[in-house]
């Protein structure tokens, strides 16, 4: 079954804050060796799948960003001129490009493991005037993530004190679903 007639996602807390442990680490500027220095998280998410439900098993924060490194910097210069909304960020500084040799390790972990990739994670941590929570996917999120059969998770960080957590396939805001944060 594919992952967009999915009804639920289940994500166990510790699944969770592992999430927001990156997050928050990432916002803190602590960054790890090879790690890229951008103060907001991206990753993706894997789990399982049982008929509509999705499980959450397995976090892989992404610690290198190619974004800078051509070809892809061409490409993602273009996308973002034509498709990104301004912001506080430099055109120069948004948007993350997985490192295809660390994409391929996921894949490999969930091919062994027997897990699939159920999307990408990042994280908004800027309020707009027109999108004051930030925890839904922007123009440019729904235009990268088209065509990906994967969900796209969007953690809100705009306030610390309560952090949101949404999923949308292929980052479309109407094909959202239910995450359920599990104890």
Known sequence: MSLEHAEQILLPES???????????KLAKDYLPGETEYPRAYGLIAGRQSGTVLTVEKIFPV????RRDEPFKSYMDKILTEHAVPSTTPLSERAWMTDPNELKECYDFCDQEGLILLGTYHSHIVSWDHDPHRDTPTK??????????FFQFIISLVDLDKPVIRAFYEGFEEKEITVTIQS
């Open 140 to 149: 440019l999120d729904t235009l990268l993530a088209r065509h990906s059969n």
């Open 15 to 25: 699944r969770w804050k592992d999430l927001l442990d990156h997050c928050q680490r």
């Open 63 to 66: 610690k290198r960003n190619v």
